[in-house]
């Protein structure tokens, strides 16, 4: 999805949804892949030793900012399944 926001915006032409809908993918299999290793490394993935602990919390940045999981799927919902805006 990320090659092909990049794809369509490297042609000039709309990308607002690939964009989006690849920021929104690649955040939450980031979060995925840090919540995984924590649960691997049990209490340890909790110390700050391991640095787990720091890619967990730098994780929630693209959960975040610049704009939040939410956020995108508002703009999913009105842009691609054509619902009326819900805020
Ligand atoms: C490390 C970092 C760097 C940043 N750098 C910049 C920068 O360089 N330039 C810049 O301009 N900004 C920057 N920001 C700000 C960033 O863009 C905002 O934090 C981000 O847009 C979220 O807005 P907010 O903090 O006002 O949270 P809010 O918009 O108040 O969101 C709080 C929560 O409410 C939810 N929410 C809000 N509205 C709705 C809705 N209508 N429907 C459903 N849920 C909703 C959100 O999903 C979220 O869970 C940075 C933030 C961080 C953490």
Redesign the pocket.
């Known amino acids: 999805m990320v090659m092909k926001a990049a794809t369509l915006f490297d042609k000039g032409e709309e990308c607002g949804i690939e964009a989006n809908a690849g920021k929104y993918l690649a955040a939450e299999a980031a979060f995925e892949a840090c919540h995984t290793a924590m649960l691997t490394l049990g209490g340890m993935g909790y110390a700050q030793e391991y640095h787990v602990e720091r890619l967990m919390r730098e994780v929630m ?1 693209p959960r ?8 995108i799927l ?1 703009y999913l919902a009105e842009k691609v399944m054509d619902l009326p805006k ?2």
Not at 64 to 71: F, L, R, Y
């Open positions: 940045i975040t900012a610049p704009v939040s999981p939410h956020m508002n819900s805020y």
